[in-house]
């Protein structure tokens, strides 16, 4: 695991401890990487509606965005992992972004002019899966088809 990768799921496995996630009990952390080295993270979030449920990595790209430095992500590290009954993440199969987030990430990506780093990790263990950003989706809709960026 790079130092890049470690820093990311150690920051967003703490920051899964902050999982809001009664139903699902499945407790999702995410750490994004700014250009300056600073971490921002975020968990999820869900609802008793539970549509309303908002996952770790728009959390994350939401606060970045709510500072002002949505052109400033490089890279997000993604843990993830079934509650255990002390409501602790467990198990070390790595956790992909969803499909939203995918593109959540792609606004920061072409924002900032960047293919973003994307860490997975399980809630434990040393397992770890890292892409690019365009790799998980591929010619992606973003600002540029709008003539934004
Ligand atoms: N979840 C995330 O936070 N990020 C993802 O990329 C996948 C799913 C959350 C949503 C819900 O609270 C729980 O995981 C189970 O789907």
Redesign the pocket.
Known sequence: MTDEARRLIDAARAAATNAH?PY?R?A?GAAVLLSDGSIVTGA?V?NASYGL?L???TVAIATVSASGRLREVVAIG?I?GAMDAAGRATGDTP?R??GR?RQVLNEAAQMGGRDLAVHCAGAQGDAIASYRLSALLPDAFGPADLGIG
């Open positions: 996630a699902s499945f999702v999820n869900e449920s996952c770790a990595e993604v993830g956790v972004p969803c987030c």
